[in-house]
């Protein structure tokens, strides 16, 4: 069974940084690509970054220049850093992963990044 585990959520100050982790685990197969998207109350789920199992990213514009979108394919793990973080940064974020044979997506539970004063 295919389980994806965040952490690094939390706090956090305008223009200040956070990173978040995510570990997936159950699939001998390993995972296409693997992301985050979040969703801020009263909007719909957005893609943040995606990464492939080849390194090609994709990213919401909002975050280009900002946000930074790592993986390690032998480990199935994937993190954001995230930089200059907003008040509209604040949302849900969740882990997402795109199984490599069946090519369903996953998802975690979700991690909070409140950004505030």
């Known amino acids: 069974q295919v389980q994806l585990v965040e952490s690094g959520g939390g706090l956090v100050q305008p223009g200040g940084s956070l990173r978040l982790s995510c570990a997936a685990s159950?699939?001998?197969?390993?995972?296409?690509?693997m992301g985050w998207y979040r969703q801020a109350p009263g909007k719909q789920r957005e893609l943040v970054a995606e990464?492939?199992?080849?390194?090609?990213?994709n990213s919401a514009d909002s975050v280009k220049g900002r946000f930074t979108i790592s993986r390690d394919g032998a480990k199935n793990t994937v993190d954001l850093q995230m930089n200059s973080l907003n008040p509209e940064d604040t949302a849900v974020y969740y882990c997402?992963?795109?199984?490599?044979?069946?090519?369903?997506?996953?998802w975690g539970q979700g991690t909070q990044v409140t950004v505030s004063s």
């Open positions: 990464i492939s199992s080849r390194g090609s990213t």
């Open positions: 997402t992963a795109v199984h490599l044979t069946s090519r369903r997506r996953y």
């Open positions: 159950g699939s001998t197969s390993g995972f296409y690509a």
